[in-house]
């Protein structure tokens, strides 16, 4: 209970985005962040391979994907040896790809907007 209220504090006290997402991330369980990475990323192999007239939610899968593994690997951040390397480069990977699945996201967004309204 303690918990609950602490991260509804920290979300209600954040700032920039980052922290909004970040969280986000804490207060979701670990069912949910499981399944975000497992549907984001099967969903971008099933476009990939059968579905390409839809490639344009690939972005947005990608980003979903990342908040998961972003959110796990930011659980075990206190993990020692190998173990918390490989999850501090899941964690700063996790923060790559959503970075960049989030940017290509504004750019598709932004030239369909403008497309729309130029023609």
Do not use: H, N
């Amino acid at each position: 209970m303690v918990e609950a209220e602490r991260a509804k504090t920290q979300l209600a006290d954040t700032r920039t985005l980052g922290d909004v997402i970040g969280a986000l991330a804490r207060r979701a369980s670990d069912g949910l962040l499981v399944a975000c990475v497992a549907v984001g990323v099967i969903t971008v192999i099933a476009i990939g391979l059968f579905v390409r007239p839809i490639w344009y939610l690939t972005p947005l899968m990608l980003a979903i994907a990342a908040f998961g593994g972003w959110g796990i690997a930011d659980r075990e951040r206190a993990a020692l040896g190998v173990r918390g390397v490989v999850f501090r480069v899941l964690r700063l990977a996790s923060a790559l790809v959503g970075g960049a699945a989030a940017a290509f996201l504004a750019i598709m967004l932004f030239v369909l907007f403008v497309g729309t309204l130029m023609s």
